[in-house]
């Protein structure tokens, strides 16, 4: 397989909350390769959004690495990280709440262009706002409204534009769509599609929406309060899910297909998810796990391929 | 099949400073003693507003009434005052919510909020009350209830509010049970949960269900009717399987197109629905997909089909389906 575009490395980020740490993310390694849409699937709370702000450094990292064109980026300094980071983007989950109200469009799509000096002149910087939009399926029209004037998608669109400006190698996906309309995350994710074959994106692509993630994603990443559970192709993961925990949460999927739907045999999860303050050692799904044998509670289960390209954290992933 | 509610050329509107947003017009439909109905469309299509209608939650003004009745056991509810509704609202007929972060109080006791219904309905004492409340948050799976009674929303999990929301629903033994969108805050492994926790009280107290939801896997799953509504109208009506197998209306068809299943190929491209839903401030006059209908006709402009049916709980309100439309496919043709 091709180089890794990047890879992270034991990446932790802990939140100091008074009672003790929130380890949101503990500890978590996966490789992203070029073009490929990385998917990272796991319930509210589980440290997903963490991890993908934690990899593009909007937040500082408690420990680890990423390695980007062979260089570990948390090491950078400030100055450098900032030529860096055209190469990262981000594409947030609400799309009321990620533009500048008193921004016009042009204004928002262009920031990124004006942080960077990325533009000559006032032509140049305007020809590539409209060639942005166009891009997104927007128009020049559009250029001088306020973000009110625009319906959720579009919003989402404009979002999609500004990210682009900087023509950035990766883009992190925080829920793109879980705020739009069933018809409308169609019309989202088809563009999102498009233009990473049209640009040579590589995306990861965070959401809580399964069977969404399963349909863009090359590979797919499982977390459960901070770690990693199981990673694989697409495809694998969902046909031969290994990790209990995965099993369960796609069993819970409810599938638009009455017949299949009723007849469906499902795992029901007893509980919540526990709290990710001060966790105990041991596996992390021990306490609602069905195979759970007294190992699980004493040590950590280590990440490891079972299969080619089927990395699974359990004790017991060979015999069940 | 005994009716419990029968909605019958509802029409609500609202008054605004620009003018009367039409949020639903002219629908109509019944839900059967023990069934669960399910109301799918795509955020404004009214389907909360109908909720809302039946509860009369909605404030007024600026919401008012255009016409229509809602026939609760035959008791047309917008004929009763204001008090009348009271001793209906939250005994027989009762509701859950979207959010349930939001919906309970988050300075009273989880106990006293279920009490507070009891005492008031059923005139019951506040110990008996307390009784039935631990009786209920047991029912709906809450570990410990005698002394989460004791703890405010803030100490409850998403899931576990959403519990508790549905014990509060359930407490007086209601008839009918309206639950907007109530798995939408939550994560799918509680959802599974709370569904059939709802399924299984359904059973054990007979009563009937109206489902919202924009969740086309969880209709599949729950629902023995669905009702599709589109820019405030009903689109397409018929059982759950007529739906999903015997699709009749575009709008329908499209819906479930733009949904990903986990059995479809990654290559597959998926459906959207381009363009957004008519302004409702001046509802079209033809068809409201007509903008969005890649069928769309010309008549399709100009005329509002009526319902057409294709069996006796199926029915769809669209041109195509017309007798004489059959031979014409195609915009404009």
Same mark, same amino acid.
């Given at each position: 397989m091709a180089e890794p575009l990047i890879s992270a490395r034991n990446i932790k980020k802990y939140f100091d909350v008074g009672e003790g740490?929130?380890?949101?993310?503990?500890g978590i390694s996966f490789d992203i390769y070029p073009g490929e849409t990385f998917g990272l699937v796991g319930e509210s709370g589980c440290g997903k959004s963490t991890a993908g702000r934690t990899i593009i450094r909007l937040y500082d990292p408690t420990e680890g690495e990423l390695i980007f064109n062979g260089k570990?980026?948390?090491?950078?300094s400030h100055r450098e990280m900032q030529e860096v980071r055209r190469n990262f983007q981000m594409i947030f989950q609400d799309p009321y709440a990620s533009l500048?109200?008193?921004?016009?469009v042009e204004e928002i799509v262009a920031e990124p262009l004006d942080i960077h000096k990325a533009y000559k002149n006032h032509e140049e910087r305007k020809a590539r706002v409209i060639e942005l939009l166009e891009l997104v399926g927007?128009?020049?029209?559009?250029?001088?409204?306020?973000?009110?004037?625009?319906?959720g998608g579009q919003r989402q669109r404009i979002g999609i534009a500004r990210a682009l400006a900087l023509n950035p190698k990766f883009i992190v996906c925080d829920e793109? =769509?879980?705020?739009?309309?069933v018809s409308i995350q169609a019309q989202v994710v088809n563009l999102l599609k498009d233009l990473q074959e049209k640009l040579g994106l590589t995306y990861m692509f965070i959401a809580h929406d399964l069977s969404m993630v399963r349909y863009i994603s090359d590979r797919v990443g499982v977390m459960y309060l901070g770690h990693m559970m199981e990673l694989a192709k697409s495809e694998e993961l969902y046909d031969n899910p290994i990790h209990p925990y995965t099993r369960a949460l796609l069993s819970a999927i409810p599938i638009p297909n009455p017949e299949i739907q009723r007849s469906r045999k499902r795992i029901m999860l007893e509980g919540d998810v526990p709290s990710p303050i001060n966790p105990k050692p041991g596996c992390r799904f021990v306490d609602r796990?069905?195979?759970?044998?007294d190992k699980c509670r004493k040590e950590t289960p280590v990440f490891e391929? =079972?299969?080619?390209?089927h990395f699974v954290a359990c004790h017991r992933a060979r015999e069940i | 099949m005994e009716k419990v509610l029968e909605v019958k050329n509802l029409a609500v509107s609202f008054k605004t400073f620009f003018g009367e947003v039409?949020?639903?017009?002219d629908i109509s439909f019944d839900v059967g003693r023990s069934e669960t109905v399910a109301i799918v469309g795509e955020s404004g299509c009214g389907k909360s507003v109908t909720a809302n209608s039946i509860m009369q939650l909605l404030p007024m003004p600026p919401a008012f009434f255009k016409g229509g009745e809602i026939l609760f056991n035959g008791d047309n509810?917008?004929?009763?005052?204001e008090k009348e509704i009271q001793a209906i609202r939250g005994n027989q007929i009762s509701m859950v919510f979207q959010d349930p972060m939001t919906s309970?109080?988050?300075?009273?006791?989880i106990g006293k909020q279920i009490v507070e219904g009891l005492v008031k309905h059923?005139?019951?004492?506040t110990e008996e009350a307390k009784k039935k409340a631990i009786e209920m948050l047991n029912l709906v799976a809450v570990p410990q209830p005698e002394k989460r009674i004791?703890?405010?929303?803030?100490?409850?999990?998403g899931g576990m509010r959403q519990r508790v929301m549905i014990a509060l629903a359930m407490v007086s033994t209601p008839q009918l049970l309206i639950a907007d969108?109530?798995?939408?805050?939550?994560?799918v492994t509680v959802q599974a949960q709370i569904l059939e926790l709802m399924k299984e009280i359904q059973k054990k107290l007979n009563m009937s269900i109206i489902l919202i939801t924009h969740d086309l896997g969880i209709v599949a799953d729950m629902s023995d009717k669905v009702i599709v509504m589109y820019a405030g109208q009903i689109l397409e009506e018929g059982l759950t399987e007529e739906i999903f197998?015997?699709?009749?209306h575009p709008y329908t068809r499209k819906l479930l197109a733009s949904v990903p299943r986990?059995?479809?190929?990654?290559?597959e491209p998926l459906h959207s629905i381009e363009g957004t839903p008519p302004d409702?401030?001046?509802?079209?006059?033809?068809?409201?997909f007509y903008d969005r209908c890649?069928?769309?006709?010309?008549i399709c402009k100009s005329h509002m089909p009526d319902f057409e049916s294709h069996s006796s709980t199926h029915k769809s309100r669209c041109w195509l389906n017309h007798p004489m439309a059959q031979a014409n496919e195609g915009r404009n043709s």
């Open positions: 740490m929130l380890k949101a993310v503990d570990n980026i948390y090491d950078l500048n109200p008193r921004m016009t927007l128009n020049e029209e559009h250029a001088m409204r306020f973000p009110h004037e625009f319906s793109p =769509i879980s705020a739009l309309d796990c069905s195979y759970a044998v391929e =079972i299969k080619p390209n | 039409e949020a639903v017009r509810l917008l004929k009763r005052s309970l109080n988050p300075t009273m006791k059923q005139k019951l004492s004791n703890q405010y929303p803030h100490e409850f999990s969108e109530p798995t939408t805050a939550l994560d197998e015997n699709t009749k986990l059995d479809m190929s990654r290559d409702l401030y001046i509802p079209p006059k033809g068809c409201s890649e069928y769309a006709m010309k």
